[in-house]
């Protein structure tokens, strides 16, 4: 399968195979099914974010107990991870820097 080059937002979780003004937080080169991959670890995140959303609303459930936000936490990381192995050098290097994927 040949890779494309895709452009990915992390902060609205877009991956876009066209360079549209901010989309460009990372680059990466990918199949379909590693870009289908990546979406659903997007996807998750969201739906943690969704449920940590509703969480907050719940006074006596503290915040470091909320095992929504433990799973974001991870599903972030992953989602780093595989934007590393797709990534070309300048988003290899950024996420290096970044220190994230570091335990």
Known sequence: MNKEKYFINMGTREISLNHDANNDDFIIYATEDEVKALREVFDEIYNSDVRSFYRSHIPFMPYHLDQDN???DVDMK????KIYDL???MTKDHITKMG????
């Open 100 to 103: 994230i994927l570091e335990d």
């Open 70 to 72: 433990d799973n974001s």
């Open 87 to 89: 990534g070309d050098e």
């Open 78 to 81: 992953t989602a780093f991870q």
